[in-house]
């Protein structure tokens, strides 16, 4: 665990950590094909979701050709941000999301093999901003394509803590 993520763990509630990064939880445009998240029992799924920012797609391509490592890091952490928003939107209060699995897919070329360093930066963010509750099972998946050429898609499983 980075040292930036132990030191933010320690103080505040989750909304706070996630304020005093700099960040807010976004408003998710409705889709008329999707529910960003579907509720089974305790478990709560939520959609795929991009790296989307005030309605803008903020990066495409490929990582490892023509997305570097570095600006795929930063755009799983706005994805990230996107499970989050629709994690609440599903549970109703930041401080009752629960991450119990993420899946990581990252459209790289075939020689790429550092997906797991992309799908870090989202696992250090939930960390960050939830703590215990933040930390989870993960998958990260290279991929040949995803939609709207979008270099990294998240999705997420989680509960009501």
């Known amino acids: 665990m980075s040292?930036?993520?132990?030191?933010?763990?320690?103080?505040?509630?989750a909304s706070d950590r996630l304020k005093a990064l700099g960040l807010a939880l976004p408003e998710?445009?409705?889709?008329?094909?999707?529910?960003?998240?579907?509720s089974v029992g305790s478990s709560i799924y939520i959609s795929g979701q991009l790296p989307y920012k005030d309605?803008?797609?903020l990066g495409q391509g490929i990582v490892g050709?023509?997305?570097?490592?570095?600006?795929?890091?930063?755009?799983?952490?706005?994805?990230?941000?996107?499970?989050?928003?629709?994690?609440v939107q599903a549970v109703g209060d930041l401080e009752r999301v629960r991450i119990v699995q993420m899946l990581v897919f990252v459209a790289s070329t075939p020689d790429f093999g550092q997906q797991s360093q992309v799908a870090n930066a989202?696992?250090?963010?939930?960390?960050?901003?939830?703590?215990?509750?933040?930390?989870?099972?993960?998958?990260?998946i290279g991929v040949t394509g995803l939609p709207l050429n979008s270099p990294v898609e998240i999705q997420m499983v989680c509960t009501a803590a």
């Open 3 to 13: 040292q930036s993520v132990a030191s933010a763990v320690s103080t505040g509630s």
């Open 28 to 38: 998710l445009a409705d889709n008329p094909y999707y529910v960003h998240h579907r």
């Open 55 to 57: 309605g803008w797609l």
């Open 65 to 87: 050709g023509d997305v570097e490592l570095e600006t795929a890091r930063s755009l799983a952490r706005h994805a990230v941000l996107n499970c989050l928003a629709a994690a």
């Open 122 to 140: 989202a696992s250090e963010l939930l960390i960050e901003v939830l703590g215990e509750n933040g930390r989870h099972a993960r998958t990260a």
